[in-house]
C-alpha cells in the first residue's frame, strides 16, 4: 500500500517536472536536493521530502496536486469578477498590493477609501446649493 502511493507520487511528481519543463538534476537544483534523491522521489523509491514540496512550490510546482492528484485550479473556483481582480493584483508592486488589499477590506466593511487623489478632487468640485450663491456674492 505504501509503496503504491509513493509510486503514485513520484509519478505525478514527474508530470510536474515535465509541465514546468525541467530536467530531473534542475528539478533538484530548485530546492537544492542531491540529483538521485529526487530521481528516488519519481521512481517511487522514498517519499518525497516536504522540504522539498516547500521550497518547489514557488516554482510552480502544484504540491496539492501532486500528494492528492487533484489539481489546486479544481478546489479554487472563481467568478469572472475575482479572476480579473486577482489578474490585476498580480500585475501590481508589493506596496500598490497592499493598498489594493486595504481598499477592498474598507469598502467590504461599507466604508468608502479615501485616496490623496480622492480627497484632492473632492476640494477642487464646484460648490452647489446654498453654499455655492454665498460663494459667487462674496466675490
Known amino acids: 500500500m505504501v509503496t503504491d502511493i509513493r509510486s503514485s507520487i513520484g509519478a505525478r511528481l514527474r508530470e510536474e517536472r515535465e509541465r514546468l519543463d525541467l ?10 536536493f542531491k540529483l538521485r534523491t529526487y530521481q528516488d ?12 514540496l516547500a521550497l518547489a512550490a514557488p516554482h510552480g510546482l502544484d ?3 501532486v500528494l492528492t492528484g487533484e489539481r489546486m485550479s479544481t478546489k479554487l473556483t472563481l467568478d469572472p469578477i475575482q479572476s480579473a481582480v486577482l489578474n490585476s493584483l498580480a500585475q501590481c508592486s508589493p506596496q ?9 477590506a474598507l469598502l467590504a466593511a461599507g466604508m468608502s477609501p479615501q485616496t490623496p487623489a480622492g480627497r484632492a478632487a473632492a476640494v477642487k468640485k464646484p460648490a452647489r446649493g446654498m453654499g455655492a450663491a454665498k460663494v459667487r456674492k462674496e466675490k
Open 23 to 32: 530536467s530531473q538534476a534542475q528539478m533538484a537544483a530548485l530546492a537544492e
Open 96 to 104: 500598490r498590493q497592499m493598498e489594493a488589499v486595504q481598499h477592498l
Open 63 to 65: 504540491v496539492f496536486y
Open 41 to 52: 522521489w519519481e521512481r517511487g523509491i522514498a517519499a518525497v521530502s516536504s522540504e522539498f
